[in-house]
């Protein structure tokens, strides 16, 4: 099977990275692995206003951006490719099921359906813009029924069509057609092939539902022929245009009335094509999806069979997406800030039986034992939502406790070789679980591998979700690249952890701050550079540098203090209702945390002060816990905010008139600040936090790094 690859739509790449693509490749080809990689990155548009782009799944201008990428991307990358409109999930709460958008072709990148409006495909021109084509007309109302005798015809199963009004709108022409598929019948003499009914349906109740969306989504189904399979192929005609709602179907069914359809089509315009398509785990098509997400528009892209289709899908969406008005990150003030939604990266097989992890037990269970012997890997590549709230808390922040963590990995660890998909699945789809028992918020989420009780769910995926979109194409290839490179390290038995890191309390605390995250990162890439994988540690500095950007930098003489912002889990609270429902959940997302950082020379000559109080620096690292606001609901109401945060510095040895010391520098940070802002040392702001007569801050519990300033 040939697989189109994307490397030509990629910028010039560096020559490391293209090295260490090639080593991770040859390295999982000799063990006889081919991985691949699959992504989930976002998307908001220049200027994003309302619900749609915050909070909501869909809005007014969701649906149209993601036609126009949609669009773009067939112009630009599959020429000829078929799109079609698809319901989505359905969650508690949403009135109607989501929308996706699939985009399919073929394995080699040519159509898997020759639309006669689109030409000769052996001229399409590869990844540059189309032809301009003579644009047709759409198919008249007075040729609906020849159209479906035709279809019928080629099916070699006479059509039935049955005629239904639309009451939300009376110059729409609908047609509804009973049309299934049958490849094996229940019984021997029973039949198979392709089969049409009647619908005996009477006058009064021949009317779509008053509902959005396609008809064949809005159809009396309720009054549908006992004994028919609800397969029904739709036709509607509007003034602007028409369109199919193609029945549920396997694959190679599904095709074959693809190509019987575009062939149909001739003389008229491509009709816009909705329907439900069937999960092609085997590699016969490839399909990019565009589906409605809170607050984002996100792209699934098709199955990558190498690090270089990867980097070139990301790029290649950052281009298209500027193009349509999209791109991976919002602006916030002068920061950049990412979407606020996932870029999840997932890890599978070419097909089924190819599937690296079901007979690799043990090299997964490393995989795993890796993931959380490296908190950077949990929380340096995420939105500011980490821990056990998150939508992505790692296994010793979910619902497992250590003992069963240990007797999991064990257990799966101790299995043949051979296909093992049902026990690993059944072994860690319990334990990859949030607290409460939500296996998709898992940082490694097991929901695509083998879940057979989900129509989705047996796919050989695994799923890694603490990845947000991020605004620089380089950062989230580089990523993925570090991702395959540690798949390679651990092939070697020798590399694996043989059991879990005990972190206690320090994962909430120490290993939450920026240098803590960088120190670990830094080891991990030593541990891979060490291996013969040349990970250079660059663009994950830049990355770093603009996830926890510096919030001040002071220096006098030798002495620096430097603070920046750091990581803190946000509580879960209770269920709160909400009107029409809610896919989401409460936190407490008033908590903040700082992380600072004195050198040794400004702790032997200087002192600092927040609020009057003096901080306990202690060797000159700590983090720094405080209230932004006052939100409803909230734990621990009663508790004030902190802002704003006044910061003094103070020479030791250097005293004012009464005796006390008097600061050399004071800074001011409130809501909506950026960095701590310079203000004159002696001027107190009227209603700030009174000055040094205030007692001493805290200092962190033994072993703790943080300061939290609702201790007092």
């Not at 319901?87 to 394995?107: C, F, H, M, Q, S």
């Not at 198919?139 to 279809?151: M, Q, T, V």
């Not at 801050?697 to 939290?708: F, I, K, L, S, Y």
Request: hydrophobic share 40%; glycine share 10%; proline share 10%.
């Amino acid at each position: 099977m040939v697989v189109a690859d994307l490397a030509p739509l990629m910028p010039q790449t560096s020559d490391w990275m293209m090295a260490t693509a090639a080593e991770v490749e040859a390295r999982l080809q000799a063990a006889g692995i081919s991985l691949t990689l699959g992504g989930e990155p976002t998307y908001v548009p220049f200027e994003p206003v309302g619900a749609e782009w915050t909070v909501a799944a869909d809005g007014p201008t969701k649906l149209t951006y993601a036609r126009a990428l949609a669009l773009e991307l067939q112009r630009r990358v599959w020429p000829g490719s078929t799109l079609m409109y698809c319901p989505g999930k359905r969650y508690d709460g949403e009135v109607n099921p989501r929308w996706a958008l699939r985009l399919i072709t073929g394995p080699d990148g040519l159509p898997v359906v020759r639309w006669p409006q689109d030409g000769d495909p052996a001229s399409f021109p590869t990844l540059t813009r189309p032809r301009t084509l003579k644009k047709a007309k759409p198919l008249p109302g007075k040729k609906a029924r020849e159209f479906l005798e035709a279809i019928g015809e080629a099916l070699g199963c006479p059509l039935h069509p049955l005629k239904l009004r639309d009451p939300l709108d009376p110059d729409h022409r609908v047609w509804a057609v009973p049309l299934c598929h049958i490849a094996e019948p229940e019984q021997a003499d029973g039949p198979c092939g392709w089969l049409a009914a009647e619908w005996p349906l009477a006058k009064p109740l021949r009317e779509l539902l008053p509902a959005a969306g396609p008809a064949g989504l809005r159809l009396p189904l309720q009054h549908f022929p006992p004994g028919v399979l609800r397969q029904v192929l739709t036709l509607e005609i509007k003034p602007d245009g028409w369109s199919l709602f193609l029945p549920p179907l396997a694959r190679q069914p599904l095709q074959e009335l693809l190509e019987l359809i575009a062939a149909a089509t001739t003389g008229w315009s491509r009709p816009d094509l909705s329907g439900v398509l069937p999960i092609d785990v085997d590699g016969h098509w490839q399909v990019l999806g565009l589906t409605a997400d809170p607050g984002v528009l996100e792209v699934n892209l098709p199955v990558c069979h190498s690090w270089i289709a990867y980097a070139g899908w990301i790029h290649t969406l950052d281009e298209v997406g500027e193009v349509v008005g999209l791109r991976s990150w919002k602006q916030n003030g002068t920061r950049v800030e990412g979407t606020g939604g996932g870029n999840h990266l997932l890890w599978g097989g070419p097909s089924l039986e190819a599937n690296p992890f079901f007979s690799r037990p043990a090299w997964l269970v490393g995989i795993l034992r890796f993931w959380q012997h490296h908190p950077s890997l949990s929380y340096l590549f995420g939105n500011r939502s980490v821990g056990p709230a998150s939508q992505s808390p790692r296994l010793d922040e979910g619902s497992a406790s250590r003992l069963d963590l240990n007797l999991a990995h064990a257990a799966i660890e101790a299995l043949p070789e051979g296909d093992q998909r049902l026990l690993i699945s059944e072994t860690l789809r319990h334990i990859h679980a949030d607290r409460s028992g939500n296996t998709h918020r898992s940082e490694i989420s097991f929901d695509k591998f083998w879940n057979p009780a989900w129509g989705g769910g047996c796919q050989g995926l695994i799923e890694f979700r603490a990845i947000e979109s991020l605004p620089r194409p380089e950062w989230t290839a580089a990523i993925a690249l570090l991702w395959s490179a540690i798949a390679a390290h651990l092939l070697e038995p020798a590399h694996r952890p043989t059991g879990l890191a005990a972190f206690g309390e320090r994962l909430q605390d120490e290993l939450q701050l920026p240098a803590a995250l960088w120190s670990d990162l830094e080891r991990l890439i030593g541990l891979l550079q060490a291996d013969g994988l040349d990970i250079e540690a660059e663009p994950f500095r830049q990355l770093w540098e603009w996830r926890f950007p510096l919030l001040l930098d002071w220096q006098r003489d030798d002495a620096s203090l430097e603070i920046r912002q750091a990581l803190e889990p946000w509580p879960l609270l209770c269920d709160t209702p909400v009107e029409g429902g809610s896919t989401s959940r409460f936190v407490d997302s008033s908590l903040q945390r700082l992380e600072i950082r004195a050198n040794h020379a400004f702790l032997g000559s200087h002192r600092l002060r927040l609020n009057g109080g003096l901080v306990p620096l202690g060797d000159g690292w700590l983090g720094l816990r405080y209230r932004q606001s006052s939100l409803y609901p909230s734990l621990h109401p009663c508790i004030e905010p902190h802002l704003p945060l006044r910061l003094e510095i103070e020479a030791k040895g250097e005293a004012d008139l009464q005796g006390g010391p008097e600061p050399i520098a004071a800074f001011r940070f409130d809501a909506g600040d950026e960095v701590f802002m310079p203000v004159a040392p002696s001027i107190e702001a009227p209603g700030e936090a009174p000055g040094p007569g205030r007692a001493d801050w805290r200092a962190p519990a033994d072993g703790g790094r943080t300061v939290d300033l609702r201790l007092g």
